[in-house]
């Protein structure tokens, strides 16, 4: 198994001009996104190096926090998660890596990133159809690494530093090895760091370790000096030092060496500044110098051979412990508890409570209505421009023929007057209302809609208007202002900084509008504003009391824009819940939302009872 080491390393430059030359403009807006939150790095094996690099990139450019997570840390953290996800993987194919993405899909997270060595692989085929943030896919000339990671980890760290805007040398740096292969007679390597050096003392221990070259501990000059020294003391004769030193840590790294007891073996692999595109010159000696460990030893580096008992260990199925076990088979008072952070006994008992009563009152009720929200519920948002689903419109239509009276409560203006006149039968449009701009008009789908963008904005619009043109830091966003609703679309920011971007100005500035989140904008608008209103008008309509009037949304977490409407009785929601008790859930199964959880809700809505599900 692998290649000859010696052969993978001539194929560096080739790498690196690659990685200097794809084009990273279309994602520029994802990772633009990625930088106003915080970021959970997926990797294992030898892209773990490029993953501590992403991490120190991101929290020096951004200030906010990213951590290195294995694929098994993550798939077993049950915990609600509100950053980017970045999934490194030379291969893209191995189960971890892709048990670690259907994790993320699980839990609904959204803004994915994916960096791959394989275009073809299945993780970059589910990236694609999911129509993640960003999914950089590119071919190495020298085609997959061998054993340990080499091109592939000499691109991705090169990519990383273009995203974040690092400039890369022009030509191929150079590595700067030791010159002396004492270090590699001894049993144990102690590898010292600090700052950008970090990744490259990862590295180190990855490939030493892999390649069963020598034992290696790892820990930052100060680190060291908490009890970690102690291993020289009694182990000294058997263990040498390698110290990774950049300028900021030059003093340090030589007053710590001094105290080092004098017959120590110690070698040193110092950069020239303290940046982190520097980092690849020390990240090539790494390499190299495992190469020449290797052989030095009587073996290739590429080809340190692989025990049948470390084939059976790679093959094993990620294990499942009993409370991840219980969590998925209890999907909706999962959700719940993980929006609203309940963690005593108390907190998840009001819950399991107030889950059952729910399904209770939803089994118990003979509907005469239903709402629904558009962007999200009825169509995916990747796909809200295109027609109603034929399978949506059948089960619309279905519905209406049982006698129910259909509202649409939407963002939108008349740019879904069309659709939903082509989805549902013209016979039935007089029993189909439509609630535009989050239900400031509500209207039968049998009326004419092309007034709606006419007469003037309020005056407290018209002030957030002309607020949020001149805000810095929105300067790529679409702001469109209609008569009862601001729409802000910015595709460079990630939906929570795109809304508190917004909320804090018009806060700022005194004005105070409700601000929403939409599946894929942020929605200004009057406080008498709501989605209620198109349910108060079904209710009407049918002469029903308004808990007779199914909601489904996809929004129900504040400041999500159905998170009111959802709130009332019979809140149904195909993605976010709220932390109610007794309204907003989800009763969908892991993995399935919006407009397939729509389906399969309308599925269990027969002859006006929710039949269970």
């Known amino acids: 198994m692998g290649k000859e080491y010696a052969t ?7 790498t690196f001009n690659l990685a200097r030359t794809i084009d990273i403009s279309p994602y520029e807006n994802a990772v633009a996104r990625m930088r106003g939150g915080d970021v959970i790095v997926i990797a294992s094996g030898g892209s773990v190096c490029a993953a501590h690099l992403l991490v120190q990139l991101h929290m020096a450019h951004t200030g906010k926090i990213a951590q290195v997570m294995t694929p098994l840390e993550f798939a077993m953290d049950e915990h609600s998660v509100q950053a980017t996800i970045v999934f490194l993987s030379a291969s893209g194919t191995n189960r971890d890596i892709l048990n670690a993405w259907e994790t993320a899909q699980r839990r609904g997270i959204r803004e994915l990133f994916v960096i791959c060595a394989a275009p073809k692989s299945k993780l970059v085929q589910l990236a694609v159809e999911h129509k993640v943030g960003g999914v950089i896919a590119f071919e190495l000339s020298a085609g997959r690494d061998g054993f340990l990671a080499t091109n ?57 370790v892999e390649a069963a070259i020598l034992a290696v501990q790892v820990a930052d000059y100060r680190n060291f000096a908490h009890g970690r020294h102690h291993w020289i003391a009694k182990h000294g004769q058997r263990t040498a030092v390698l110290a990774l030193i950049a300028p900021k840590f030059r003093d340090l790294a030589e007053d710590t060496l001094k105290e ?113 929200d558009y962007d999200g519920t009825i169509v995916d948002t990747h796909k809200r421009f ?30 879904i007057h069309k659709e939903l006149q082509r989805a549902i039968e013209a016979k039935r449009h007089d029993r189909c209302f439509v609630g535009y701009y989050n239900g400031a008009v509500v209207r039968a789908l049998s009326a004419g809609c092309d007034d709606l963008t006419k007469g003037e904005p309020e005056r407290e619009l018209k002030t957030a208007d002309h607020v949020l043109r001149e805000m810095h830091g929105l300067n790529d966003a679409d702001i469109e202002t209609r008569p009862f609703q601001i729409t802000v679309t910015c595709r460079s920011l990630s939906e929570n900084a795109l809304w508190l971007a917004v909320q804090e100005a018009l806060e700022r500035n005194a004005i105070f509008l ?24 079904i209710a009407s309509v049918a002469n029903v009391d308004e808990r007779r009037v199914l909601k489904i949304g996809d929004r129900g977490r504040w400041p999500g824009n159905d998170a009111e409407f959802l709130s009332q009785s019979h809140g149904l929601s195909v993605d976010e819940v709220s932390a109610a008790a007794r309204s907003c859930w989800n009763l969908l199964p892991f993995g399935l939302r919006g407009s397939k959880g729509t389906l399969q809700y309308l599925d269990h809505l027969r002859g006006a009872r929710y039949r269970g599900g």
């Open 8 to 14: 993978e390393l001539k194929s560096f430059p080739d």
């Open 152 to 208: 592939s980890l000499l691109a991705f760290c090169c990519l990383l530093l273009r995203l974040y805007a690092e400039e890369l040398p022009k030509d191929m740096p150079k590595s700067v090895v030791p010159g002396s292969d004492a270090l590699l007679d001894k049993d144990t390597l102690v590898v010292l760091y600090g700052g950008w050096l970090k990744p490259i003392a990862i590295d180190i221990e990855s490939r030493f």
């Open 514 to 537: 409700k601000v929403m989140r939409s599946s894929h904008s942020v929605d200004v608008i009057p406080h008498h504003v709501s989605k209620k209103t198109v349910v108060s008008h």
């Open 260 to 372: 080092l007891p004098a017959d120590t073996t110690v070698e040193k692999l110092e950069v020239q500044t303290d940046s982190p595109s520097e980092m690849l010159g020390a990240l090539l000696s790494s390499i190299e110098l495992t190469g020449r460990a290797a052989k030095r030893r009587g073996y290739d580096a590429g080809r340190p051979g692989v025990p049948e008992f470390g084939t059976r260990i790679y093959e094993l199925s990620t294990p499942v412990s009993r409370e991840v076990v219980r969590r998925r088979q209890e999907p909706s008072l999962t959700r719940k508890i993980l929006t609203a952070g309940a963690v005593t006994l108390a907190q998840r008992a009001d819950l399991q409570s107030g889950f059952a009563a729910f399904k209770k009152e939803l089994e118990d009720t003979t509907f005469a209505g239903v709402v629904l």
């Open 386 to 415: 295109d027609p109603i689903d034929a399978q949506m419109a059948e089960a619309l239509n279905r519905l209406l023929a049982d006698g129910l009276v259909l509202g649409f409560a939407t963002g939108r203006g008349k740019s």
